[in-house]
């Protein structure tokens, strides 16, 4: 087997094991980093919500007042902007959705179902956690999710604490039965970001592709250039270095000198291998006088 | 020395008269305003005084904000007549009554001095501390209590209250002519519907942008029979400084003719006409 053989599977076998413990682990980091980006995107969107809420609160909120005492506008709750906002987000990412799930709602859209309810009351009874995140099956297919708890503020009782005290427009709006009762710190709402699994899975399969493909074409770089290197640095020389030798050892002496250029291991096994024909001559030479 | 202490006293009196006179100022004039002040018919504009016996007409869009000198705020919606009937006090700072002939008007009343009193030709609403939404139509008038506190109460054919009674911050008012008034929890849909879309607002304070002297009104002409009419037709109780006030203008012989041959709707005037040309004593 010639050498440059033994050389390139022994490259092929060390490459091929590389291949695939590199898959491996960046397909599982992959996946990790993908999911995390997906969880710090959704906390980022959260966070933006919450001051889109701020701002409804403090600065639109004072603005609507008077208009209230004429007809509800929902443009004055924290909860709706903040919907209004995510929807708008979703024209970006379709894939991200938004839920301020309740336990005793005002408007019964965003009434918490079975699974929400679960995480709010998960909340209430650990007070202490302020973020949960998982993992669920839908319809749809499985979901990332991430929900915080909201904790009722002061503010939150001119609409949620009696109906006597609740603006008059809000009453018309959605009745007296609803809403209501709500405490100062207590958990009754949670803000929940979801998004399929599918879009980390698909980030980190097209990420993990990238990144093997490119692996393959470095290998396959890699491979002709030391092939190339090995052919014009050693098994030519080598290979002329052969042919002389059995030149002479066929008793033809008149095969030209190699000439050596450069100071790297081959360059000197030249000059050795000239040095010995050179001896070799002279010796065949004082037998033949 | 006899003559400068009255010219020293007429000097201290004058800016006194003044001040009983002045309501406040123009802070918003939009779509045309038109001002009958004496007998002069004016054209209204930003920054301008207002004073009490002034009849304001705004335009079929216009929008108009008057901010007197106690702090109330009163603005008047499109094709609206306000008359500034009567101040409670002396001085400019004092409560006061106003008369609303027909169309809108927000009143946010902040008054420390003496409760305003709004009327119009069916309800009057009394505030000291509290913002009304007035309508006054052909048929019927409506108030609306945005906030704070005020009495209603229903007026007689000659423009006199009964007896007021309190009124809460949400509660609208109504009351058809000829018929007793409406209590509601809320304002009717048809009174949401056709209200100024601005009156839904607190009534923003533009007295930080009138500076420098106010402006003069333009004076259009002397007042026409016409001009008069809608006002020579309210309830009798607030056209009762009208002969004097407007008695010169029966030199107009045009203005004498009208006001003639309409007698019998304003019957106080038959004194002011000559006998010969008095209708009730001819015969």
Known sequence: MKLLVKFNLVMCLVFLVGFIAAGLISRSLLERNAQQEIFENARIMMEAALAVRGYTGKEIKPLLDTQMKYSFLPQSVPAYSANQYFDQLRIKFPDYSYREATLNPTNPVNRANDWEADIIQYFRQNPQVTERVGERETATG???????????????????????????????????????????????????????????????????????????????????????????????????????????????????????????????????????????????????? | MYVTLVSVALLLLLPASLLAQRIGTLTVVEGGLRIIRNT??????????????????????????????????????????????????????????????????????????????????????????????????????????????????????????????????????????????????????????????????????????????????????????ADLRPWLLMPAKWRTEFVTRFESRLDDPEFRRELESHIRDHPEWEEALPPDKNPSTKN
């Not at chain 1, 001119?158 to 006597?164: L, V």
């Not at chain 2, 002034?54 to 919606?77: K, N, W």
Request: aromatic fraction near 8%; charged fraction near 20%.
């Open chain 1, 142 to 289: 499985r979901t990332l999710y991430i929900a915080r708890a909201m904790k009722v503020g002061p503010s939150c009782l001119e609409c949620h604490d009696t109906p006597d005290s609740a603006p008059r427009t809000l009453i018309e709006r959605y009745g007296s039965d609803n809403g209501f009762g709500w405490k100062v710190n207590d958990i009754v709402t949670a803000q929940i970001v979801s998004a399929p699994t599918k879009l980390p899975e698909q980030r980190a399969r097209n990420v993990f592709a990238v990144f093997m493909v490119s692996l393959a074409v470095i290998f396959v770089i890699v491979f002709l250039a030391v092939n190339a290197m090995l052919i014009v640095l050693i098994t030519r020389p080598i290979n002329r270095l052969s042919i002389v030798a059995d030149e002479l050892s066929l008793g033809n002496l008149n095969v030209p000198e190699f000439q050596v250029g450069g100071k790297d291991e081959i360059a000197k096994l030249y000059d050795s291998f000239n040095r010995m024909r050179r001896s070799l001559m002279e010796a065949i030479k004082m037998l033949e006088a």
């Open chain 2, 40 to 225: 002069s018919v004016l054209r209204g504009s930003q920054g301008a005084r207002i004073d009490w016996g002034d009849m304001l007409e705004t335009g079929g869009s216009g929008l108009v904000q008057v901010e007197c000198e106690t702090g109330a705020i009163v603005a008047l919606g499109p094709s609206s007549q306000l008359f500034f009937f009567s101040h409670t006090g002396a001085g400019g700072a004092t409560g006061g009554e106003l008369v609303l002939l027909s169309g809108w008007l927000k009143a946010e009343t902040t008054s420390k001095v003496g409760p305003y009193l709004y009327n119009t030709p069916l309800l009057a609403g009394k505030t000291k501390e509290g913002t009304l939404v007035m309508h006054a139509g052909a048929e019927s008038s409506e108030m609306f209590v945005e906030s704070g506190s005020a009495g209603v109460a229903e007026l007689t054919a000659n423009g006199n209250a009964g007896e007021f009674r309190a009124a809460k911050a949400g509660q609208f008012f109504s009351r058809q002519r000829g018929k007793n008034v409406v209590v509601g929890s809320s304002p009717a849909a048809t009174f949401l519907d056709s209200m100024p879309r601005p009156f839904r607002d607190t009534l923003p304070s533009g007295l930080s942008q009138i500076k420098g002297k106010p402006p003069e009104l333009r004076r259009e002409r002397e007042v026409s029979y």
